[in-house]
């Protein structure tokens, strides 16, 4: 059994899915899905299956790269927030890191944005800063996955209660009835991985990541980095 969790980049959801992650409980394994990741029977990046077809096209797409996904549970971006309203957690900061983030949480980054800076040995998140964490730019969507990584790993280890953010019907959308099984099994010691074999390149005027030549011998992972 395996079920991919996507969380919404906008209320609701009548968006994409900014973040993907597997979970793979008969190998003790998450593996993060970057969201640029180009599925040619969409013609689209992967972050856009949901939101054209919901769970049925997003479980498609994820088995044209060789995933078998049993089912789904998508998170809409409310879920998040309010699951992360009150949370202090600290992360290890090996080195300063500037990045680019929207004026307020909600905004688009095309409309104005601001300077955020992490700076090392560590840092304490709270508030809009988690959220800068996991989602400010800087480089490609695979640095920000690294972030990610880091923060869900320190939220396991701390006890913190994923559930919440299923505290209300609308905040989530769920197809399969061992989802919440296999999320309950999730460890701070399962190996936290990046889908990999990818390479940048433009199709159709946008700036994608394709698997590599070895893709069609089955999905390949990066040995997670970002375990401190």
């Given at each position: 059994m395996?079920t991919?969790v996507?969380?919404?980049d906008?209320?609701?959801?009548?968006?994409?899915?900014d973040?993907?992650?597997?979970?793979?409980?008969?190998?003790?394994?998450l593996?993060?899905?970057?969201?640029?990741?180009?599925?040619?029977?969409?013609?689209?990046?992967?972050?856009?299956?949901?939101?054209?077809?919901?769970?049925?096209?997003?479980v498609?797409?994820?088995?044209?790269?060789?995933?078998?996904?049993?089912?789904?549970?998508?998170?809409?971006?409310?879920?998040?927030?309010?699951?992360?309203?009150?949370v202090?957690?600290?992360?290890?900061?090996?080195?300063?890191?500037?990045?680019?983030?929207?004026l307020?949480?909600?905004?688009?980054?095309?409309?104005?944005?601001?300077?955020?800076?992490?700076?090392?040995?560590?840092?304490?998140?709270?508030?809009?800063?988690?959220?800068?964490?996991?989602?400010a730019?800087?480089?490609?969507?695979?640095?920000?996955?690294e972030r990610?990584k880091?923060?869900?790993?320190?939220?396991?280890?701390?006890?913190?209660d994923?559930?919440?953010?299923?505290?209300?019907?609308?905040?989530?959308?769920?197809?399969?009835a061992?989802?919440?099984?296999?999320?309950?099994?999730?460890?701070?010691?399962?190996?936290?991985?990046?889908?990999t074999?990818?390479?940048?390149?433009?199709?159709?005027?946008?700036?994608?990541?394709?698997?590599?030549?070895?893709?069609?011998h089955g999905?390949?992972h990066?040995?997670g980095?970002?375990?401190?």
């Amino acid at each position: 059994m395996s079920t991919i969790v996507g969380v919404m980049d906008r209320p609701g959801f009548q968006a994409n899915t900014d973040n993907l992650v597997l979970v793979e409980p008969a190998c003790s394994r998450l593996t993060w899905i970057p969201r640029d990741l180009w599925c040619e029977t969409l013609r689209a990046r992967i972050n856009c299956a949901f939101n054209r077809g919901g769970h049925a096209l997003l479980v498609a797409a994820l088995e044209e790269h060789g995933f078998r996904v049993t089912a789904s549970l998508v998170l809409s971006r409310d879920a998040t927030e309010e699951a992360l309203a009150d949370v202090v957690v600290t992360v290890p900061v090996p080195c300063r890191m500037v990045f680019s983030y929207p004026l307020t949480p909600r905004a688009r980054i095309e409309d104005g944005r601001k300077e955020v800076v992490f700076n090392p040995p560590a840092e304490i998140l709270r508030g809009e800063r988690i959220h800068q964490w996991v989602g400010a730019r800087g480089g490609s969507d695979l640095h920000r996955i690294e972030r990610q990584k880091i923060l869900v790993r320190r939220l396991l280890e701390k006890g913190f209660d994923f559930r919440r953010g299923l505290a209300r019907q609308t905040w989530y959308s769920a197809s399969g009835a061992d989802c919440l099984l296999d999320l309950a099994q999730v460890r701070p010691d399962w190996a936290f991985e990046t889908l990999t074999e990818l390479a940048p390149v433009t199709i159709d005027g946008e700036m994608v990541l394709v698997r590599g030549r070895q893709a069609g011998h089955g999905h390949h992972h990066a040995a997670g980095t970002a375990r401190p």
